[in-house]
């Protein structure tokens, strides 16, 4: 038997069985979507994708007949041995008798790939970051738009008026209708010449008509009128520059430059928002320090010991030799554990209170300790930055877990960063 469902689909149906799946399968569509963007450059963040997940669990619920019971109608091609009407006997079950030697071992796992639209995977990327649906949307959609001069059009405020370009209307259309009237008035005199007598009287009505509402045109109808139009247009985008700047020593692990990365991403995708173009800078340091490319910033393993001062002596170069002038919107992210000397701290917090930071819009430094315990002190390099005061442009949270980055989000670029 084979059941077949013909109503039509109400509107909309796809969108809610989507919702629907996404969320019987969250937390497999969320692993994938975690391994995706532990794949993916900051800059591809924020564009949807295909992800896969286990096929296991998919398959839709449907029905069968029992094969032992029930009656049966079978055409059998070919038959010799029985006629309608007589009862064929059930075979029994059996094992079967194959060759083979054994099931195998281990077990198989088919995939289902579907894809995820933007909004669906930077839903799923601000899940864990606790990011409330209101600011999610805004920052997934706010586009910004001007009104612009864009020609004319035939209505708008009197104040939008353009009397030159309505006198030149005006005069367009009473040559255009007057000299249609006097094409008709001319062709029916030429008529009246050889028309009967009782015929010239209603001609000669006629042509006066037409030479009298050609006389009679009104200089300005509504027709003419034209007003200053105004239609949205993006607005045009200041650029802005971004420099990421992180420790890759020993004491950096996996867990922290995880942590570090989606915050960098996260401020990637407000900067966008914001300017709509974006120059990316990724400088890491051991001892060294030295501009990178993402893959090798988060992914390469270096490691050594911690020397924070080169890291800021080259951003500062950086933004010195690029990003001069009033046209760039500089912005910096530090990530650190925060362990380094005391010498190298104070030095450090000097050069940027008095080097750096007059050059940025902002300087965010985030502070990943390892494991939180009952116990947590202030980083060393935390405690170097003390020394650059209250200024604006300077901000430093500390960030212990996923949960924590948006949060910290939200105090680093609050309106108001004074009450959060």
């Known amino acids: 038997m084979r059941i077949i469902d013909r109503r039509a689909d109400p509107p909309g149906r ?55 019971s029930g009656e049966q109608d079978i055409v059998l091609p070919g038959n010799h041995e ?14 079967g008798d194959g060759e083979g030697e054994g099931a195998g071992e281990g077990e198989g796992r088919d995939s289902f790939a579907f894809a995820l639209s933007r909004e669906e995977f930077l839903a799923l990327f601000f899940d864990d970051l606790e990011l409330p649906n209101l600011e999610r949307t805004r920052l997934g959609d706010t586009v910004l738009y001007v ?47 050889s028309a009967p007598a009782a015929l010239r009287t209603v001609l000669d009505l006629e042509i006066e008509e037409l030479r009298r509402r050609a006389r009679a045109l009104p200089f300005i109808e509504d027709i003419d009128r034209r007003y200053r139009a105004r239609v949205p247009m993006a607005a045009p985008s200041a650029r802005a520059a971004m420099v990421c700047l992180m420790d890759v020593s020993g004491s950096m692990d996996e867990r922290k430059k995880d942590l570090a990365k989606r915050f960098f991403a996260l401020l990637y995708l407000f900067l966008e928002r914001k300017y709509g173009t ?34 800021l002596e080259l951003a500062e170069r950086i933004v010195r030799e690029r990003y001069a002038g009033g046209d760039w919107n500089v912005y910096m992210a530090q990530a650190s554990d925060g362990d380094c000397t005391m010498d190298d701290g104070a030095r450090s917090a000097l050069f940027l209170r008095d080097s750096l930071l007059p050059r940025l819009r902002y300087f965010a430094y985030v502070d990943v300790p390892g494991s939180s315990g009952w116990f947590q002190r202030p980083s060393d390099l935390w405690q170097s930055y003390d020394a650059i005061g209250e200024d604006p442009a300077f901000a430093r949270r500390t960030v212990h877990a996923r949960s924590d980055i948006w949060p910290v989000f939200r105090q680093l670029f609050a309106r108001d960063r004074a009450a959060a």
């Open 82 to 95: 029985y006629v309608p009407g007589d009862l064929i006997p059930r075979p029994e079950k059996e094992e």
């Open 147 to 193: 009104m612009r001069r864009g020609g004319t059009s035939r209505d708008g405020p009197p104040s939008s008026l353009l009397p030159a370009q309505t006198v030149r209307m005006s005069i367009a259309r009473r040559i255009a209708l007057r000299g249609a009237l006097r094409r008709r008035a001319d062709e029916l005199e030429r008529e009246r010449e």
């Open 278 to 311: 974006v120059d990316l800078v990724f400088v890491r340091h051991t001892e060294n320090a030295e501009e990178v490319d993402e893959e090798r910033f988060f992914h390469d393993p270096l490691t050594g010991g911690t020397l924070v001062l080169p890291a």
């Open 14 to 68: 796809g969108a809610v069985n989507r919702e629907r799946f996404l969320r019987r399968f969250k937390d497999e569509v969320k692993h994938s979507a975690d391994e995706e963007f532990r794949k993916r450059s900051i800059r591809d963040l924020g564009r949807g994708g295909r992800v896969s997940i286990p096929g296991r669990g998919l398959a839709e619920p449907r029905l069968r007949h029992d094969a032992s």
